[in-house]
């Protein structure tokens, strides 16, 4: 089994991303930690609690992280996830209580407890870069417990927060530059799940429907349909789920390692992942400044038949 830990910002996708880790056979859902985008932090705490239960996982630890990004205002995507982040579907809520350390002490403790006995563990943050970056910058040791981030976030093409940046790195662009800096400085193998294949992992509304007969499948099924609501659509992606499939299954994921640097001023471009697909871009990327862009693993082409048919 692959150790792994998600950081979330449930989320209707987040959800979709929560069952599967939580129920895949081949995954082992160390703990999962939560931070402000989505929705506020409250919010996402219980949404993430109420998925686990569905999912029949109430011993999985569940900590509180960063409310707000590091330095701009919190904003939220309610408008994609409903009021309460969770599509306000008719769905009762976890009564559980979270862990009582911090996001960040949780992520260390679980991450030293896997250098100590070798099982490294995959990070898979699907919000906000925000608690990530302050574990890297805070307890930096802890990564020699981490084999590889996979994270949700950014597009080498175009953007849906705004025409350039995507929701997550947009929330928190400096969050998600110290993550790139800090992974290139610890050694820390990064594969950037962005927008370029976030859409193309589909559940049709006729798949859906044929989920039945636990809480987690009924719970999979409202999320596709709140989702195809939504969008208006006869389907709907699994969002945040597929980097979760790509975890499982790496041979679904096509990418290629491209230098990376994140936008943290430009009039329209704050937030965006500057992903720098020339071909003779190796030899540009050395920067007087030390400022170099980090090489990250980027997702340019997924198999969504195979990924859907994994998370169905
Ligand atoms: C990302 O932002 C959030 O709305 C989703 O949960 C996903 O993590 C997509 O841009
Ligand atoms: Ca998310």
């Known amino acids: 089994m692959k150790p792994v830990i998600l950081d979330v910002d449930t989320g209707l996708d987040d959800a979709c991303a929560l069952l599967l880790a939580a129920r895949h056979p081949e995954l082992d859902l160390k703990a999962v930690t939560c931070a402000g985008g989505n929705v506020g932090l409250d919010d996402v705490v219980r949404n993430t609690l109420t998925v686990l239960d569905a999912a029949g996982r109430p011993d999985v630890p569940v900590a509180r992280g960063a409310a707000v990004p590091l330095l701009q205002p919190v904003r939220m995507a309610r408008h994609v996830h409903g009021a309460d982040g969770l599509g306000d579907i008719d769905w009762p809520r976890s009564a559980r209580t979270t862990d009582p350390r911090h996001a960040v002490e949780l992520l260390r403790d679980v991450l030293r407890e896997a250098a100590a006995t070798g099982e490294l563990i995959t990070l898979i943050p699907l919000a906000p870069l925000t608690n990530i970056a302050l574990l890297l910058r805070t307890y930096p040791d802890a990564t020699a417990g981490l084999r590889e981030i996979v994270f949700m976030?950014?597009?080498?093409?175009?953007?849906?927060?705004?025409?350039?940046?995507?929701?997550?790195?947009?929330?928190?662009?400096?969050?998600?530059?110290?993550?790139?800096?800090?992974?290139?400085?610890?050694?820390?193998?990064?594969?950037?799940?962005?927008?370029?294949?976030?859409?193309?992992?589909?559940?049709?509304?006729?798949?859906?429907?044929?989920l039945s007969g636990s809480p987690s499948a009924e719970l999979a099924r409202k999320l596709i349909e709140k989702r195809s609501s939504l969008y208006q659509s006869d389907g709907a992606s699994i969002g945040d789920g597929g980097?979760?499939?790509?975890?499982?299954?790496?041979?679904?994921?096509?990418?290629?390692?491209?230098?990376v640097r994140i936008e943290l001023s430009g009039s329209w471009s704050r937030g965006r992942t500057i992903v720098d697909t020339r071909d003779w871009s190796a030899d540009l990327t050395s920067d007087p400044h030390g400022l170099s862009p980090t090489t990250v693993q980027v997702a340019t082409a997924v198999d969504g038949k195979r990924y859907a048919e994994m998370w169905l």
């Not at 800090?182 to 050694?187: F, I, K, Q, V």
């Not at 859409?199 to 798949?207: A, F, G, N, R, W």
């Not at 980097?243 to 230098?259: E, K, W, Y």
């Open 153 to 210: 976030g950014g597009a080498a093409g175009i953007g849906n927060a705004t025409a350039s940046a995507e929701f997550n790195i947009w929330t928190d662009p400096e969050a998600a530059a110290i993550v790139l800096t800090a992974a290139s400085e610890l050694d820390v193998p990064t594969t950037m799940y962005g927008l370029d294949v976030f859409y193309d992992v589909v559940v049709t509304l006729e798949q859906a429907r044929g």
């Open 243 to 259: 980097a979760v499939c790509a975890v499982i299954d790496p041979s679904g994921l096509t990418t290629q390692p491209f230098p």
